[in-house]
C-alpha cells in the first residue's frame, strides 16, 4: 500500500488546512488510519487515529476540539481537517495506515504498516 499526503502549506495563526491521505495499491478500510507530525527537532508524536473498525476517533490532547479525522472508504481516502492553528502545529505532517493495529496502540507509531511521506504544514504568527 502507497499513501500520498497532500494539502499542507503556509496558513496563518488561526486558520485552517486540511490534509488529505490517498491510499493506492490497497484499501483504507478496515484499517485504522493515524496522522502522526513531527517538528524540527523533536520527535514524531501522534496527532489523530480511527481505528480499523472506523467507529471512533482519537486526538492528542494538543489538538482535540481543534483536529478532525475522517475516513472515505469509498474513494480510498483520508482528512485531517485541522482549524485554530497556531504556530505550534507547525510540523510535518504524516498519514499511516494500520491493517492490524489494535485500538489499545492507535498512539504508536509501531502500530502502522504504512507511512505517507509527509506533508510540511507552516503556521505564520
Known amino acids: ?3 500520498q499526503a497532500s494539502g499542507g502549506g503556509l496558513v496563518q495563526a488561526g486558520g485552517s488546512v486540511r490534509l488529505s491521505c490517498t491510499a493506492s495499491g490497497g484499501t483504507v478500510r478496515g484499517s485504522a488510519m493515524g496522522w502522526f507530525r513531527q517538528a524540527p527537532g523533536k520527535e514524531r508524536e501522534f496527532v489523530a487515529g480511527t481505528p480499523r473498525s472506523g467507529s471512533a476517533t482519537y486526538f492528542a490532547d494538543a489538538v ?3 483536529f478532525t ?3 472515505d472508504n469509498v474513494n480510498n481516502m483520508g482528512y ?14 504524516f498519514c499511516a495506515l494500520g491493517p492490524r493495529a489494535i485500538t489499545s496502540s492507535l498512539r504508536a507509531p509501531y502500530a502502522y504498516d504504512y ?3 509527509g506533508t510540511l504544514v507552516t503556521v505564520s504568527s
Open 1 to 3: 500500500v502507497q499513501l
Open 115 to 117: 507511512w505517507g511521506q
Open 69 to 71: 479525522i475522517s475516513r
Open 80 to 93: 485531517l481537517q485541522m482549524n485554530s492553528l497556531t504556530p505550534e502545529d507547525t510540523a510535518v505532517y
Open 64 to 66: 482535540k476540539g481543534r
